[in-house]
């Protein structure tokens, strides 16, 4: 099975940038979709980007042009930049992986944008 951890959430001000990590126990290159999700306090979770292999990349609208997936072959991790945050992406975001038929998240770290 494939084990996720994310890093990197915090308080930021409106305006600022974050990146998260998800450190994956495979090799990623191998992993048939990597991304991120996220999830607001009373909300259902929804895509933020994905990575799939033999199609590429995919962003939210709400994300377009600010947030950017990226991958670290060597290091098994995937990266979310955020930039350009506003309040309306607090959540709590996850890490998210599809590999043998299966589906696997990470534990999730909060990420707080303030006004």
């Known amino acids: 099975q494939v084990q996720l951890v994310e890093s990197g959430g915090g308080l930021v001000q409106a305006g600022g940038s974050l990146r998260l990590s998800c450190a994956a126990s495979?090799?990623?290159?191998?992993?048939?979709?990597m991304g991120w999700y996220r999830q607001a306090p009373g909300k259902q979770r929804e895509l933020v980007a994905t990575f799939t292999i033999g199609s590429g990349t995919n962003y939210a609208d709400p994300v377009k042009g600010r947030f950017t997936i990226s991958r670290d072959n060597a290091k098994n991790t995937v990266y979310l930049q955020m930039n350009s945050l506003k309040p309306e992406d607090t959540a709590v975001y996850y890490c998210y992986s599809y590999y043998a038929r299966r589906a696997y998240w990470g534990q999730g770290t909060q990420v707080t944008v303030s006004s």
């Open positions: 495979e090799a990623i290159f191998a992993i048939n979709t």
